[in-house]
């Protein structure tokens, strides 16, 4: 995955943890991940697992197809 595509996933997650009005500890808390690193992927410095990718998406209810629009 490239970097651009890393960034591109984080402004996604933060937009739509931000619409749902959820901090990064709320979201952390409600998918099991700590708020350092909801952080990291949302600043695009973790290069985050499909496994991980796909628990945010259905959460934050993300299409895969708007990381490539």
């Not at 700590?34 to 209810?61: C, D, P, Q, T």
């Amino acid at each position: 995955m490239s970097n651009k595509t890393v960034c591109r996933f984080g402004q996604l997650v933060r937009k739509a943890r931000e619409k749902k009005d959820l901090s990064q500890e709320e979201l952390g808390a409600l998918v099991g991940f700590h708020r350092n690193y909801i952080g990291m992927v949302e600043r695009g410095e973790r290069n985050i697992s499909l496994a991980k990718a796909v628990v945010l998406m259905k959460f934050l209810n993300i299409n895969i197809k708007e990381l490539y629009e």
